[in-house]
Structure formats: structure tokens, C-alpha cells
T-cell receptor, first 116, second 117 residues
Framework: DVKVTQSSRYLVKRTGEKVFLECVQD?????MFWYRQDPGLGLRLIYF???????EKGDIPEGYSVSREKKERFSLILESASTNQTSMYLC???????????????FGEGSWLTVV | KNQVEQSPQSLIILEGKNCTLQ??????????LRWYKQDTGRGPVSLTI?????NTKSNGRYTATLDADTKQSSLHITASQLSDSASYIC????????????????FGKGTSLLVTP
């Protein structure tokens, strides 16, 4: 079974702190994603990576950066955490898109971040 | 404006009953549509994937239908169980040249289903 592992399930950080959210997948997937999920807003894409060291901004990249030094690991970085970044963060991965139906996208269990 | 609209926003049904969740979309050009189940505090898990040529797809007690002409999809849950209580998210994928991935995901806000004894 594919496994997408997010290292931290629950974090509490102070405003202004630098925060790292780590995600590791074990199926050699090319694509990895970071989303945030807020009540009433659904999932919103923060960043996407389609290969090692390759990244692409999603819909809400402001205040975030990412790092993908190895294929299996995709890190989300909050350079200076703010209270409006309190949210649930979901990592996902998939194989490179093929055909019309594409490939299954697998999600991690989520990381609940509270910024105080 | 969200390009994927789900209804109802929330739903409560008795155990053993059937229910149907709706997803309407305006995304174009359409590639495929997916339904995900998300248990509280967990990540979404894929239920079905359908391309425009597929009208229906089943996964156990879950049956998804797709009408690509009217841009509507439904997820039907048969003989509901307490474990079906979750949020169900419709995701529509379209092809785009604006992304190096070649595609973009459009998420509905989900339908929250509660199955009661």
C-alpha cells in the first residue's frame, strides 16, 4: 500500500516562528502536493512539485515556501508563522499524470497547526 | 466562484438507509472526476475515478455516476453504516497548459454525512 507520512500530526507554534512540515512518500511518486484545509473553504493548493528540486506555486503560496531535495520528501516551510496560518495541512502524492484518467492521488493523515 | 459545487452541505440519515450526494461542476476541459471520503481528522481516501466516457463506477456500497453533458455527478451510498459518517469530497480534474503537471485539481467543499443508529 502507498504510504504518505506527515511527520507531525499536531503542532503549536508561536507567531513569528519558522515552521517545517515534513512529508514522505514511499512509492517513488513524481508528483507531490501541499494543501491546506479550512472549514467552509475546502482544500486549497499551496505548492506542487513534479520532480526533485522542481516546484510550482498553487493558489495560495503567500507566506509559504517548499523544498524537495529528494524524490520521496516534500517539505512545507512557514518562514514566519502567523495566526492566519492556523489550519490543517495535507500532503499528497501521485505518479506523473498519464492518460485521461490519470493516477490515484494519495493523501497523508494531515498536520494540525495552531499558531498562537 | 468555485467551479465545483456540492450539495447538500450536510446530511443526517439513519443507519441502513440510502443517500445520494451531488456534485455539479463547470470545469473545462474536463479530464476526470473523483470522489474522496475523508474521516474526521484523517486525510481523504479515494473512492472512485471516472473519465467522461464512464457513466457509472462502483466501489462496494458506493456508486458514482457521471453525466458529462450536464456536468453533474452523484455518489450513491447504499445501506449506510455508521462508518460512512465522513465528509465526501468531489474533485474535478482538468487539463491545463498553465501547470507543468499538465493538469489542475478543483475541489468541492464537501458534503458532511452523519449516519445515526
Amino acid at each position: 500500500d502507498v504510504k504518505v507520512t506527515q511527520s507531525s500530526r499536531y503542532l503549536v507554534k508561536r507567531t513569528g516562528e519558522k515552521v517545517f512540515l515534513e512529508c514522505v512518500q514511499d512509492m517513488d511518486h513524481e508528483n507531490m502536493f501541499w494543501y491546506r484545509q479550512d472549514p467552509g473553504l475546502g482544500l486549497r493548493l499551496i505548492y506542487f512539485s513534479y520532480d526533485v528540486k522542481m516546484k510550482e506555486k498553487g493558489d495560495i503560496p503567500e507566506g509559504y515556501s517548499v523544498s524537495r531535495e529528494k524524490k520521496e520528501r516534500f517539505s512545507l516551510i512557514l518562514e514566519s508563522a502567523s495566526t492566519n496560518q492556523t489550519s490543517m495541512y495535507l500532503c499528497a502524492s501521485s505518479r506523473r499524470w498519464t492518460g485521461l484518467s490519470g493516477n490515484t492521488i494519495y493523501f497523508g493523515e494531515g498536520s494540525w497547526l495552531t499558531v498562537v | 466562484k468555485n467551479q465545483v459545487e456540492q450539495s447538500p452541505q450536510s446530511l443526517i440519515i439513519l443507519e441502513g438507509k440510502n443517500c445520494t450526494l451531488q456534485c455539479n461542476y463547470t470545469v473545462s476541459p474536463f479530464s476526470n472526476l473523483r470522489w474522496y471520503k475523508q474521516d474526521t481528522g484523517r486525510g481523504p481516501v479515494s473512492l472512485t475515478i471516472m473519465t467522461f466516457s464512464e457513466n457509472t463506477k462502483s466501489n462496494g456500497r458506493y456508486t458514482a455516476t457521471l453525466d458529462a453533458d450536464t456536468k453533474q455527478s452523484s455518489l450513491h451510498i447504499t445501506a449506510s453504516q455508521l462508518s460512512d459518517s465522513a465528509s465526501y469530497i468531489c474533485v474535478v480534474i482538468h487539463l491545463t497548459s498553465n501547470s507543468n503537471s499538465g493538469y489542475a485539481l478543483n475541489f468541492g467543499k464537501g458534503t458532511s454525512l452523519l449516519v445515526t443508529p
